[in-house]
């Protein structure tokens, strides 16, 4: 595969300036910074005039006056995204693919190209079509600025932990206020990656931080649903119901991270439950763990019947937490058996 790759002017009119910025960053450095994302172990600039250098700065770019023999070269005016760049090195032609940015015109092409990049195969349908139309057109518009990602995540958790406090009553207004917060922190949840990409500002702090902001709202949504039950009947038994979803939430969690985040690896920080290769019940469990539950919430609630999901829970949350522990234990019997 190509190790080398090289950015010079588009052999036609000089279009867009290479420094100019797109969603944050000059274009010529997010080529750059996506180079090395791809693998490319050298990336190397024909005559960079000033403003190029400038907007290199702290990259592994290299300047050069002529161009490597083996490297393959890419106009640093077309925008391309780390799968792109991907191809590329396996053999795909430059101009095939990415977006050529040769008019401010072209801009909201480009945009669109590289914030497509940003929606995993993995997502839950409602999650694909729904939330992450409206989680990128907002980091689409926070791109530009100095907001991080980590403060993204404390913005969703902040809402979260506000929606789950109108489940400590009982009427429907009151829950389907809280559900609809609870489905914005979900929103605003996929924000702080996509700015992490786009900003290439991932860290295993941020993937931490994420991880178990979401985790901290959801055991106060069932806490909040189990104690507001709890009081409109005036019994106990509705904390127990509690009690078992946030165990199994919470064991759920940590059994997660100690198999696959605890040690320090390269790549995102968590894909999948599965930490050897994917089985058909690892793939129902990383189907399962997906947020279009939040939508159950919504209409439950919109009845004032929130306290129905609690019970869903308590029962689904230990038997999630048995299927992981099924899958740890499978994965360490399979190196003894090969």
């Not at 588009?10 to 300036?17: K, L, N």
């Not at 994420?210 to 949504?221: I, L, P, Q, T």
């Not at 069932?222 to 709890?230: E, I, K, L, P, Y």
């Not at 829970?313 to 099924?326: D, E, I, S």
């Amino acid at each position: 595969m190509t190790r080398v790759l090289v950015l010079g002017p588009p052999e036609g009119p000089p279009g867009i300036a290479p420094e100019s910025a797109l969603l944050g960053l000059p274009i010529v450095r997010r080529t750059a910074l996506s180079a090395r994302r791809a693998g490319f172990e050298e990336i190397t600039v024909l005559e960079p005039p000033l403003a190029v250098r400038a907007a290199l700065v702290g990259t592994d770019a290299e300047a050069l006056e002529a161009a490597p023999p083996e490297g393959v070269r890419i106009a640093w005016n077309r925008v391309v995204d780390v799968r792109d760049l991907e191809a590329i090195r396996a053999g795909a032609v430059p101009s095939s693919v990415g977006v050529a940015v040769d008019s401010p015109g072209d801009f909201r092409r480009a945009e669109d190209h590289l914030l497509a990049s940003l929606v995993k195969d993995t997502e839950g349908f409602m999650s694909r079509h729904f939330e992450r139309k409206i989680s990128l057109a907002v980091s689409r518009r926070l791109a530009a600025t100095t907001i991080t990602p980590n403060a993204m995540t404390l913005v969703s958790v902040a809402i979260g932990l506000f929606g789950a406090s109108f489940f400590l009553e009982t009427t429907a207004a009151s829950q389907t206020v809280g559900a609809l917060l609870f489905l914005l922190h979900s929103i605003l949840d996929g924000c702080d990656g996509e700015l992490a990409r786009l900003k290439f500002q991932e860290s295993r702090f941020g993937g931490l931080l994420d991880f178990w902001g979401d985790n901290v709202v959801h055991v106060a949504v069932f806490s909040a649903m189990a104690a507001g039950w709890s009081r409109s009947v005036g019994a106990a038994w509705p904390l127990a119901l509690g009690g078992l979803a946030v165990g199994g939430t919470l064991a759920s969690a940590f059994l997660v991270y100690f198999r696959t985040m605890a040690a320090p690896r390269e790549g995102p920080l968590y894909t999948s439950v599965a930490t050897v290769e994917q089985t058909r019940l690892s793939r129902v469990a990383d189907a399962l763990s997906r947020r279009d539950f939040i939508y159950l919430v919504l209409i439950l609630s919109a009845f004032g019947k929130a306290a129905w999901f609690l019970v869903l829970t308590a029962v689904g949350a230990p038997v999630y937490f048995l299927v992981l522990t099924a899958i740890a234990l499978a994965e360490r019997r399979r190196p003894r058996s090969a």
